[in-house]
Nanobody, 124 residues
């Protein structure tokens, strides 16, 4: 079971990035998926999550209207489109998947499988 995240990098405030996360070793469309982020000294927080078939999504208040989670089950890949980036979006971003919960789980403890993290740095 593996989740491989990519797409992080350095971007100026107001810019955009798209994170991708490719799944292997399990059937992604049986899993809800989520993107989380973490900064030093803080707990991992949900950014966005999406149900198994993509019909329902959740975006945290801090990113609503700027970030969009999506998935392509045919490619076993999930995405996080990040627009209008702000310096406070700087963090390590993690993708995660779970078949323990229905819907779009919002807490890290509900997820079984995790990617390795990709660093997003937004300069002011």
């Amino acid at each position: 079971v593996q989740l491989q995240a990519s797409g992080g990098g350095l971007v100026q405030a107001g810019g955009s990035l798209r994170l991708s996360c490719a799944a292997s070793g399990f059937i992604l469309d049986n899993h809800a998926i989520g993107w989380f982020r973490q900064t030093p000294g803080k707990e991992r927080e949900v950014v966005a999550s999406i149900s198994r078939r993509g019909g329902s999504t959740h975006h945290s208040d801090s990113v609503k209207g700027r970030f969009t989670i999506s998935r392509d089950n045919s490619k076993a890949t999930m995405y996080l489109q990040m627009n209008s980036l702000k310096p406070e979006d700087t963090a390590v971003y993690y993708c995660a998947a779970t078949n323990l919960k229905l819907g779009f789980p919002k807490t890290a403890g509900e997820y079984q499988h995790w990617g390795q993290g990709t660093l997003v740095t937004v300069s002011s």
